[in-house]
C-alpha cells in the first residue's frame, strides 16, 4: 500500500474539470498524475505532474501515453477504446475497463445491456435511420437518441408526436418511451479491484430547460426509503454486472407510479457528485482515485445537506471570462465556489459550480435559487 | 473582484506544506500561485503555476521574485523583511506586512510589543548572554528563548533550576516565568485590508514530550465559555495592535487560576489550523488567500468537533519513505490523511498529518490515539 501510493503513475485521459478536481484530491496522497488533453489550456494543464497535449481518439497517442503510466483511468468516455484495450492485454490496470467504455459509447449496446441484465430502464426500441424512425411512429411519444457521439445533451432529442418526425436523427440510434418521471435521481457508486462497493446517497437533479444539463442539485433526494434503497440496489446491480472499477454515476427516472428505471450512467466522477467534496464524509474524487488504484473505499455518508449550482456561460457572453455576483456569495457560511480555471466562456459552457451547505432543506432551496441568480459567467466587454 | 480573481499572481515565499495546502485551496478560485523557495524538491513544486529555486533570506533573490507577483505573502516567518519592505515601499502588496515579519523574527521584540499593547503575556526579563542569564537566575524556573532564528521548539529551553544554567543559551534572548498552565489553546484570527476580521473558535493543543511540536490538537477546545471569549478577544486584540492582514495564529497559555496569556504568533496557516479544511466552514488556507487578496472573509465556525494528529518521522528513520498502517486508517469515515510529498524522513520531521472528524468528543480522544498508533512514518530499507 506504502509503495503503491509513492510509487506508481495514475494515467488520466482528459484534463477538463473532472481531471482537475481529481489531482486536487490526488495531492493529500501525494499521487503522481499525468494528463493527456488535446487542449493546451485545459484545466489540468498548470496542475498536473506531467501534461501532454495530444488527441484522446487517436490510437498511438492513447497507447503509447498509457505506456508511461501504470494505472489509467478517464474522465471522459469519447477516447480510444481499443488502445486502452491493447494496454490492459498488455498488463496495464486500465479502470473503468476498456470494454464498459466501449459500451457507453454506444447508447444502443448500453440499453441492450440494461435488458441482458433484467436492469429496468425506459422501454425502447432500436432504430437505423430517419425513415426506420418514421416507420416506428406508433412508439411515440419518445426520446430519440443517436447511439454513438451523444454527449451532454447532444444527440438527445424528444419526438412528442408525428410533427416531430422530421427532426429525427438519420443515423443508427434509438427511441425510447417517453417517461413521465416524477423525479430525476442520481446514486454513485464505486468498486475496487478487491470489489469493495459502496453506494452514495441518491441525490436529486433539475436540469436547465434549454441546455440539458443538471442546473440544481439536491442532497438528499427528497425520496422515500423504499425508493432510496431501490435505487441504491439498482446501482449497485449495474456495477456488479458490469463487473466495473471505479466510480460509476447511475441516472434514474422515479416514475409516478414508483418504479425507478435507468436512465444514463457514467463511468467516472460526474456533475451529480460534485457536492461530494463538501457535503460527504468522502468527495466523489478520493473515492475514484481510492477504487482505480485497489486502496480501500471511503465512507459516502452525507454530512450535511447540500445543494450544487453549475455555473455556466451566460447566453449572449464569449469570451475571457468575467464573473459577477462572487462577492456577496463568499460571505455566505457554507458556500464553496470552484472554478475550472477555463480562460474563455461561451453560452452553457461549464466554467465551474457552487456548492452550498445548509442542515434546513428548505432554506438550502432558497440560498440555492438565489445564488444562482447571483453569480453570472459574463466576458469582458 | 473578478478581475482580481482572474489575473492577479500571488507570490508566496516558501514552498512547504503550508504553501501546498494553500495552492489546493487556491486552486478553486482559479488564483495562480507563484513559488520561491530554497529547495528545488520542496512540497509545492509540481502543482504552483511557477516554482523557483532560490534563498528566502537573499535580498536580490527576494526583491526580484517579489517584482514579478502582484501580491506578496509568506508561509515561514525566516524570510528576507527588508527586500519585503523595500517590494511594499514601491507598491507591492504585502501580507503580512514586513514590519510584522521582523517583530515575529525578533521574540524579544515580540515580548515588547505584548507589554507597550496590554496583552497578556508570561512575565519576563531580556538576557544578552549567557552570563546575563546567570546574573537573573533569581528568575528560575523559567523558558530560556533565543531572540532570533529559533523555530520548531529549537532556540527554546526551560532552565528549572540553578544547575541547568550551565545550557543557558549565550546569545540575545530573554527569560520568561515557567507558567503552571492547564491547558495551551490556539485562536486563529484573520484581517483582509478592509479591516474585516474573523476569529476561529479555539482548538486544544497537546505537545510531543520531546520533540516539542504539536502531537495532538482537539477542536473545539474543552474550556469555559468565559476562556473562550476572553482568548478570541486577546486573539482580535493581537492582530488589531499589529493592524496586520492575513491569518494570525495566537498560540495562549489558560493558567490554573483562569488566566489566559499569549504564549507565540504566527502570521502565516499554522498546524493549529489543518483540522480547518475538514471541520470548518472555511479552511485556514482558504482564509489566508481571502485576507491576503482582499476578498470576503469566510465563516469560521466548525462544522464537526476533530482531532488533528502530525505525522512525523519516526525516531531511528531516515531516507526514502514508508507509510505504515494506512490501510487501516482509510476505511474509517471521517479519516483523511494528508501527505505533504517531502521525498524523505528523517527524525520528527514534519511529514503530513491526519484529521478525525467525530461529533462524539470522547470517541474522537479514543480514535486519535489509535490512529496515532497506526500510521508511522518509516523509511525503506
Keep these: 500500500m506504502a509503495k ?27 499521487q503522481d498524475i499525468h494528463i493527456l488533453d488535446p487542449d493546451p489550456n485545459a484545466p489540468c494543464r498548470d496542475i498536473a505532474q506531467h501534461f501532454q497535449v495530444g488527441s484522446l481518439k487517436d490510437f498511438d497517442t492513447v497507447y503509447s501515453f498509457g505506456k508511461s ?7 471522459i468516455e469519447s477516447v480510444n477504446a481499443d488502445a486502452l484495450q491493447k494496454l490492459a492485454d498488455e498488463g496495464k490496470k486500465v479502470f473503468p475497463q476498456p470494454q464498459i467504455l466501449k459500451l457507453i459509447q454506444d447508447k444502443r449496446e448500453q440499453k441492450k445491456f440494461y435488458q441482458d441484465n433484467g436492469i429496468p430502464t425506459a422501454e425502447f426500441v432500436l432504430t437505423e435511420s430517419k425513415s426506420d424512425v418514421i416507420a416506428k411512429k406508433d412508439f411515440l411519444p419518445a426520446v430519440n437518441k443517436l447511439g454513438k457521439e451523444g454527449y451532454d445533451g447532444r444527440g438527445v432529442q424528444i419526438l412528442r408526436s408525428e410533427a416531430d418526425l422530421e427532426k429525427a436523427f438519420d443515423a443508427p440510434g434509438l427511441l425510447e418511451k417517453l417517461i413521465d418521471f416524477d423525479k430525476e435521481i442520481a446514486v454513485t457508486v464505486a468498486r475496487n479491484e478487491n470489489g469493495d462497493l459502496v453506494a452514495y446517497p441518491a441525490v436529486e437533479c433539475a436540469f436547465h430547460p434549454t441546455a440539458n444539463l443538471v442546473e440544481f442539485l439536491f442532497a438528499p433526494a427528497q425520496i422515500s426509503v423504499e425508493i432510496e434503497a431501490k ?20 441516472e434514474l427516472f422515479v416514475t409516478k407510479s414508483g418504479e425507478v428505471l435507468v436512465n444514463e450512467i457514467a463511468p467516472r466522477p460526474h456533475n451529480s457528485g460534485h457536492h461530494t467534496i463538501e457535503a460527504n464524509f468522502t468527495s466523489q474524487f478520493e473515492q475514484h482515485l481510492r477504487a482505480v488504484m485497489n486502496w480501500p473505499l471511503g465512507n459516502p455518508d452525507l454530512r450535511c445537506p447540500a445543494a450544487m449550482i453549475n455555473l455556466l456561460g451566460e447566453d449572449g457572453f464569449s469570451g475571457p471570462v468575467l464573473i459577477e455576483g462572487k462577492e456577496e456569495a463568499l460571505i455566505e457560511r457554507g458556500v464553496y465556489i470552484h472554478l475550472y480555471g477555463k480562460k474563455l466562456t461561451k453560452p452553457f459552457r461549464k466554467m465551474g459550480h457552487v456548492t452550498i451547505l445548509d442542515e434546513n432543506v428548505e432554506t438550502l432551496k432558497v440560498r440555492a435559487n438565489r445564488i444562482k441568480e447571483l453569480i453570472k459567467i459574463k466576458s469582458t466587454p
Design 4 to 30: 503503491t501510493i509513492q510509487n506508481q503513475i495514475l494515467g488520466v485521459l482528459g484534463g477538463g474539470q473532472l481531471g482537475r478536481m481529481l489531482i486536487q484530491s490526488a495531492i493529500n496522497y501525494n
Design 69 to 75: 503510466c501504470d494505472v489509467i483511468t478517464v474522465e
Design 231 to 250: 435505487a441504491q440496489e439498482i446501482a449497485k446491480e449495474v456495477i456488479l454486472k458490469l463487473d466495473m472499477v471505479g466510480i460509476l454515476a447511475v
